[in-house]
């Protein structure tokens, strides 16, 4: 038995790709599904293995699952979870799992096409990326619920990280696993997977390839117009997380002066008007409003040293270094 998070050594392997696969609920996507990444994957030159994570089907998905695992040739793995976690859990306990060298990841309703993923491993090592990313070009989903969202979230997207590209949300990804395994990816931030990476390399290091797209033909989306708005409160953790994960305090602080200084500025009006013209500011509302924005200065201030105390804990107390060295050129190293 595999136990997800513990240290992987495809030297020792030998396996050069894992292919990781959330499903949940797909009782009638899962069986082509696996047939289909057996045939893209039978002219691979290199050991592959799929591993299967099923996040909490409460239909035939497992069991339709196991009936591959004597299948001859096929290296399979399934992760079951206990309930259902959500898609960016099941992707961690199946990047968790993975042995191989490289990694790809896809969706379980057969909108993915695998055979894709040999094209998209060879030009992942011909650019030299860490993470490669499909880009559903020819999208086979509605438009008014599903393109035009797409499209706003990624522009937003790119703009706020800084990581350009045309589609967050294609599920089709390759990556380099020692590079991944540094993410841990929570909530429902799977979306957010290449600004995540670009916190640990360069967003040079990070591509997108076009790949084919198939309209769904079991099932129903997981998704609906509501994901939108959950799409626009990711990104807003997305941003504070890649700006002020170390510094939180500059975020808050910057708020409380910008209030301490509204507050300053109203507050002297109304000494000048009182002192030098006598006037009554006792019932005014600018009064209130002036006070108001100094206890809220004082409190997004006091709130931003506090939160600066926890990130030097939170630092302290890792482990890890707050930096990463690819490697180290001239150096005897062990694989």
């Not at 239909?59 to 299948?71: H, M, V």
């Not at 206890?295 to 201030?301: E, G, K």
């Amino acid at each position: 038995m595999i136990e997800a998070g513990l240290p992987f050594s495809p030297e020792v392997t030998g396996l050069e790709l894992s292919l990781v696969v959330p499903v949940f609920n797909e009782e009638e996507s899962v069986g082509p599904l696996i047939e289909r990444i057996v045939d893209a994957m039978s002219a691979y030159g290199a050991r592959w293995e799929l591993v299967l994570v099923d996040d909490g089907s409460a239909d035939r998905t497992l069991l339709n699952a196991r009936s591959y695992l004597a299948r001859p040739g096929l290296d399979l793995k399934i992760v079951e979870l206990q309930r259902n976690f959500g898609q960016t859990a099941a992707m961690q306990a199946g990047i968790d799992t993975a042995r191989g060298r490289l990694i790809a990841t896809l969706d379980g309703d057969l909108q993915n096409d695998p055979k894709d993923i040999p094209a998209m491993v060879a030009a992942l090592e011909e650019r030299e990326l860490d993470l490669l990313v499909g880009w559903r070009k020819n999208r086979k989903d509605g438009l008014v619920l599903r393109k035009i969202p797409s499209w706003c979230a990624n522009y937003l997207i790119g703009r706020i990280t800084g990581v350009k590209l045309h589609d967050y949300g294609c599920s089709l990804k390759i990556y380099r696993a020692s590079v991944i395994k540094q993410v841990k990816l929570m909530g429902e931030m799977h979306r957010f997977i290449p600004a995540w990476v670009a916190g640990v390399v360069p967003s040079s290091r990070i591509g997108e390839m076009e790949v084919t797209h198939h309209a769904r033909q079991h099932g129903t989306s997981k998704y609906g117009i509501s994901r939108t708005f959950r799409v626009i409160l990711d990104l807003l953790s997305v941003m504070f997380f890649m700006r002020y994960k170390a510094r939180p305090g500059h975020f808050f602080g910057s708020l409380g002066l910008g209030t301490g200084f509204l507050s300053a500025v109203i507050l002297f009006w109304l000494f000048v008007q009182k002192v030098a013209f006598g006037e009554d500011i006792g019932g005014r509302p600018m009064l209130i409003l002036g006070f108001m924005l100094f206890l809220s200065s004082v409190q997004l201030i006091t709130t931003g040293i506090l939160a600066e105390m926890i990130a030097r804990t939170y630092y302290r107390d890792d482990a890890s270094p707050n930096y990463i060295v690819r490697t180290i050129f001239g150096a005897e190293t062990d694989a």
